[in-house]
Structure formats: C-alpha cells, structure tokens
C-alpha cells in the first residue's frame, strides 16, 4: 500500500479519506525532524502547506511520486526540482476562490472606508461629535479598479466589483483574458496605464521569480496621488520599503495589505503604525469552511497522485 507522508494535521474525516487508500504517517519537519525524514524516505506522497521542498530535501525522498500542497500559492515548491525527478506537484486553485473574493473586496472596503481606524476611534472613546471631514472615506462604487493578475481569483473580484459595485475594472495579466473580458466587462491594459489611471490598485499576482519585486518606487510614483493600494497575492512581490516611503511621502493614499514582505510581519514595521494602512495576518482563505474544503481538495489529488492517476489541479512550470 503506498505512503502519503503528512506534515500537516488534517482533519479527522480528511485522514480517514486518506486512510481508505494509503498508509498515511504524521510527522512534523521541525518538531519531530528526525521522524519526519524516516518517513520521507519511503513515502510516495507528501502532504501539507508551506513547507520548503527544493533538491535538499527531495534527495530524501526516493519514492516520492507526489507533493500536494493545500494551498493555491507554491512559492515553497522549487518546480524545477520537483519536475526534473519526474514528481507530480499539485495546489487547490479552485475552492478558495469564492473566499478570497469576499477577503478582497472586504479589504478594498476597509482600506476605503477606513473601517479599521474609525473602529480604534470608536472604541477609544474619541467619538464625542458628529464625524467631520477629516475623518471621511471614499467610495469605491463606480471608480476605477486595476487588477493585476486576472487569474481565478482577480476574475472573481473583477465580477463582484463590475456588478456589485459598479466599478470600471481594468487588469494587466501576463496574457489577455477574453473569456473573462465578455464576462466582467474588464479591460486588459498595459501596466503603465493601469498604474496611472486607477483609484484602486490591486495586485493578485502569485511569486515567481518574474514577479518578484514587480511593484516597487517606480510604480508607486505613477499611482495617482489618492489612490489606494491592495495587495493580496504574495508579500515579496511588492518591494515593502518602497511602500512605506510611498505612504509616507503621500505619493499614495493608503493601502490594504493580507501579506508581507517576511511573515509574520515585523511589529516594528512602520506599516503598523500607519492608520491609512488595514494590516491581515494572512487570513485570504482562513474560514473553517474554506479551509476544511482544501484539506479535502488536496487529500484526494495526493491520493490520485500516489495511485498513478492524474490529480485535478498539476502545476505546470
């Protein structure tokens, strides 16, 4: 019977799924370092999120035949690697969608309306009048949204936002979306103009080394002036330091961040001491359901992986 190593403690029902197919053992890489690399060497599948699998630790691992990462980012996976032994390597792109759609345009909403800072105000004791002007937020409906990165999820903001807000939805993509311009009404535009013309600048690009640093000083200068910035893709594609001396130097207006250069974020950072900045700690797909729903979605591609079947979602370098 094939082994699915587990370095995650899934769900009770989820382990059972596995169960019915595979041996399955549980180990944790760093607690339990030395168990973990036992098993590692006879498991066919690996199983889990986050966890860095480059040359080092594949040379440790004779068997594998699949790593499912419950996750749709795999920045932690060195594809190259990963393809050059002949491994399948596999994510869950589709169950999160509907969430991440809810967390950005929730993010959008809070870094417009300043929902965060008026809360602290709130509950400080500091609301002694009526709210007056320089306390005001901005709408979103019927402003201009720059999307960057129209894969699943920027088409789902780009939905919600065209017809539920509507907003004018621009997006810049490595190729154009047709399908997704009938649908949404979204405009594909080159990087440049959606910088320059957009009120809300979302960025929902994965980490490659392509995209690594994409968003730095030289686009935050041509953002307009009162535009604000939403980045919930992947932390190191933005080049932090340069976004906190845009938000300082008011070269934008402020800013809704679900992820960070390292993770968790620095407390010293002065994004947290910045009242124009929402600050998540990485929580775009962190509800039970959505969660639950990838642990099962990446337990049956790791099960179909080691089974010599062709998982549902493989990533192609």
């Not at 980012?73 to 990963?82: E, S, W």
């Not at 345009?105 to 007056?132: N, S």
């Not at 949404?184 to 959606?194: F, P, R, W």
Request: some cysteine; charged content about 25%.
């Amino acid at each position: 019977m094939p082994m699915i190593l587990s370095y995650v403690e899934p769900p009770e029902d989820v382990l059972a799924l596995m169960k019915e197919h595979c041996e399955v053992q549980i180990a944790r890489p760093k607690k339990q370092k030395e168990l973990f690399y036992q098993y590692l060497q006879e498991a066919d599948g690996l199983y889990g999120a986050g966890l860095k699998v480059d040359d080092a630790l594949l040379d440790q691992a004779p068997n594998l035949k699949v790593v499912s990462n419950v996750s749709v980012g795999y920045d932690n996976l060195d594809m190259k690697a990963i393809a050059k032994r002949g491994i399948t390597a596999t994510h869950t792109p589709e169950v999160l969608i509907q969430t991440m759609g809810d967390t950005m345009i929730g993010l959008m909403i809070c870094a417009a309306r300043r929902i965060p800072e008026l809360d602290r105000f709130v509950k400080e004791g500091h609301w002694q009048k009526p709210l007056t002007p320089p306390y005001f937020g901005t709408n979103i409906h019927h402003k201009k949204l720059g999307i960057i990165g129209m894969g699943r999820i920027g088409q789902e903001v780009a939905r919600r936002a065209a017809f539920g807000f509507h907003m004018d939805v621009m997006y810049h993509n490595r190729s154009r979306k047709p399908e997704a311009e009938k649908e949404t009404g979204a405009v594909y535009a080159d990087l440049d103009d959606l910088l320059k013309t957009s009120d809300i600048v979302m960025l929902l690009t994965p980490l490659t080394e392509e995209t690594r640093g994409m968003i730095g000083a030289e686009a935050f200068q041509k953002m307009k002036r009162d535009a604000i910035f939403i980045n919930g893709g992947r932390g190191p594609v933005v080049v932090e330091e340069d976004l906190i001396h845009a938000l300082q130097e008011g070269w934008i207006k402020a800013a809704g961040l679900d992820v960070f250069e390292k993770e968790p974020v620095d407390p010293k950072s002065p994004l947290l001491q910045m009242d124009q900045v929402v600050t998540l700690p990485h929580l775009g797909t962190a509800t039970h359901e959505t969660r639950h729903a990838m642990y099962v979605d990446a337990a049956k591609q790791c099960v179909d992986g080691v089974l010599g079947k062709t998982p549902k979602h493989v990533i192609s370098l």
